[in-house]
Every structure is written in structure tokens, then in C-alpha cells.
């Protein structure tokens, strides 16, 4: 009754298609585990643990665009058949303290994360 956890998993599916010539088309399939643990120390203090992973799948800049369009050209951007999606690791620990006094509600929270 004091620890409980929480798990899941994110699928995800990207593609992004060359439309040059079609020889650049890249596509991928990510799953992206989270993980939560809630520790009840007492009625007035709970700790929570966390693990998430994230992505950003392979893309062109829109800086890039925007630096080369000012010229009205153009524009080709090629992207490498080997792009991968980056992946992110995600930690947070957060301390809530809570109670009553003198008929006043008060909750109290440390977060951090990294």
C-alpha cells in the first residue's frame, strides 16, 4: 500500500518522404518505455521517481530554410539515407508534503529533474 508503480510504453511510427525523387524517404519505428514509482512515507509525504524517453525524428532545419529563401532561390535539402531519430532520457524526483493546520489546507512541493 506504500509503493506503487506505474509503466508504459509509447509506440511511434515516422516517414519522411523525399519529394525530389523519392530516393531519400526515410521512416522508423520507435518504442519509448516510462516508468513512475509513488512512495507514501507517511499521510503528509509522498516521493515520486521517474524515468520517460523521448525522440525528435530525423528532420530539416527551418532555420536552414529561412536563410536560403531570403534570396528567392531554389531550395534542395537532401537528407542522408542513414538518419536516425534521436532519442532523450528523462528523469524527475519530487517530494509533496501536505496537511492540515489550524483548518487550513497547505500542500507543499520540491520538484527537480533531469
Not at 509525504?45 to 536560403?68: K, N, T
Not at 534542395?76 to 524527475?92: F, R
Request: proline share 3%; no cysteine; net charge negative.
Amino acid at each position: 500500500k506504500k509503493i506503487k508503480f506505474s509503466t508504459g510504453l509509447r509506440y511511434d511510427f515516422y516517414k519522411i518522404t523525399d519529394q525530389i525523387d523519392g530516393t531519400g524517404n526515410i521512416s522508423g519505428n520507435i518504442l519509448l518505455p516510462r516508468v513512475t514509482v509513488l512512495y507514501n512515507m507517511n499521510d503528509g509525504l509522498q516521493i515520486r521517481g521517474g524515468y520517460a524517453m523521448g525522440y525528435r525524428s530525423p528532420q530539416v532545419f527551418d532555420e536552414d530554410l529561412h536563410v536560403e529563401s531570403s534570396g528567392a532561390k531554389r531550395i534542395y535539402h537532401i537528407n542522408s539515407p542513414y538518419l536516425t531519430e534521436e532519442t532523450s532520457d528523462s528523469y524527475t524526483l519530487s517530494a509533496d508534503f501536505s496537511g492540515i493546520m489550524n483548518f487550513v489546507n497547505y500542500k507543499f512541493t520540491i520538484e527537480g529533474f533531469y
